[in-house]
């Protein structure tokens, strides 16, 4: 073969290849030479993080470089996503013009004297934002704001968090967004009455998604008759007057769309309520309160619809329910409750969620005796195995909490649940049943207690190809592994 | 209804219609041909590469044609490739640069995306210098550049 010529010299098939790449590692690429230098260099700033490392929680690792101001300027035609604070702005000169997602953030009730205007100055600098996800300041926000904020033409989701704003403000933003697809709304000062609402605020056909915290939900509400996903977080310990208000507004007001509903802190006869008048509940999520029964018993109604369950710190709850729904909903593909007892699996039916994607629910084998760890871990590794469209599966000890929610189960000779332990991930205990998850991407066993070997380690790399994040301990020596693996 | 195409190296291959035209190149000639029995030809493709694109052409004679989705999500995308392709993707590296060519050239975008699909999983975890070496790219940047870009990135590896 004379005079081959290099398809990866030629900027189109770069081109393709580069559609494969992870943006996040389109740097090394962008090193080997011209042609791939032009190629990848867009998707290198693609997304720029420019934000310090004193951000919220959540934010960035510590030490993550940014780039050097002059690079930024150089690129920042190729910005689409910029994700920026308070001290962004006096360190950058931020000429982007054509971004989609502005993610702008604070130390919360920070002083920041600027904010608004340099914020304001941004918006109107891009007239493709798609996205805005921004925190307000001590400050109250400013009209020029909310102006350019509701006049970007492309507008369709926007998270704003601790902003104090007028009621006439707020009348601006509401009825300027109306395209606006999603809304999320926390931590929100409106001195504003429900009257104001009913004659001030126009109706959003095209909202699809809202989340309120500390405002007057229902008033809001219905003015959304397209709402597809309503989101209650409220963390106060005033109890929840609002979600009485929504139990109500949705027996009056027909929502067609309504299929998720995600609320924190409810009593159970207002969400059963709730739960009664969607006409299909594809998607729960709880926080921090019970799914008691008349809760239940309206889920059940639902069960062959419901794709995606949530129970976080939702105590207490018998095993006996939520093993229930892994045997009730053929069409669940998210699952995520506190526990479930192994010893209630193995009495129970086969699970009918084939297609379940992610199984976040702790798993307790009980104390007594290696036997029975290892034939309790036996009988639920085989229900796992069924799953073959499973990508993580989180059997961890997050949250533990004696509750006292199984002891009306017959089989109590589980004991005291606080001593109990999770599934033993060994082959010895049938853990090679698991060869049918090929498409398993986490594995999260942490704060469970573990005594692999070396075999039962190299079982998992040589037959679980495609996991990238282990976390938990394997064994007593204290081998701890969390890892992003290739 | 069978097509006769002529590789570089004057070797005939038959193959039906419908295989031929998932090159679009091909796809076209045919119509702008219209009704003849004489044979397409192929200069800037070896018999023996030739005859790789078919056995893929046969293969996935059924599959729907892909169609230009303007929402290409990138997230969404998929670096998966079926165990089949993968079989048939495990050549030497100067037979994935033929591919790869051939690919463009007749324009069968799945094999296009295939072949770019495995350059991407083999660059994965790659320094510069060993992407080069891997494919024979001459780094043509001088030591200035070379510097200067690996400053201007800098802050972008490892995220």
Known sequence: MSNVHNPLLLAEVVLVVANYVNPKEAATPSRVCRTWYTVFRPLVWQTCDISDDRLRPGGKPLGQRRPRPKDMVKNAHNIRELICNGSSFSNFEITCSRLKTLRSHNVIYASRPQWWSQLTQLLVQNDQLETVDFDGTREASTLKFWEALVSRPALKYVRMNSVNMSAEHFAIFWNGCRGLRRMELYDINVPCTSEFIEEQLETLPGLEAITISHLAATALLRLCPGLRLFRWQNYDMGGNGQLQMLAFLLERQHFPHLESLQVTRVEDLELATCLGAMDRVKELVIEGSPLGLQSFDALERNFAKLQRISLEYVFPIPSKRILVLLESCPLLKYIRAPKLKASAIVLGKPWVCQDLEEFRVSILVGVSGKTTIRRGSQAVFERLSKLTRLTHLDIGFHYMQDDNSDSDDSDDSDGDILACQGLDLTLESGFSQLSTLKNLEELDFSYTVQDMSAEDVKWIRDNLKKLQVVKGICNRHGEYRDQPQN | ?159
Request: contains cysteine.
């Open chain 2, 1 to 159: 209804m069978p097509v006769t195409l002529t590789s570089l190296d004057d070797v005939k291959f038959t193959v039906d219609k419908e295989v031929a035209e998932r090159s679009i190149l091909i796809k076209n000639m045919i119509e702008d041909v219209g009704e003849s029995d004489s044979p397409i030809p192929l200069p800037n493709v070896s018999s023996a590469v030739l005859k790789k694109v078919i056995e893929y052409c046969e293969h996935h004679r059924n599959d729907p044609v892909q169609v230009q989705d303007e929402t290409d999500d990138p997230r969404k995308r998929s670096n998966d490739i079926e165990e089949w392709d993968m079989k048939f993707m495990t050549v030497d590296q100067e037979m994935l640069f033929e591919i790869i060519l051939a690919a463009n050239y007749l324009d069968i975008k799945p094999l296009l995306d295939v072949g770019c699909k495995t350059v991407a999983n083999i660059i994965k975890g790659k320094t510069p210098e060993e992407i080069r070496k891997v494919f024979n790219i001459v780094n043509d940047f001088t030591p200035e550049e070379e510097a200067q870009i690996k400053k201007e990135n800098e802050w972008a590896e490892d995220r």
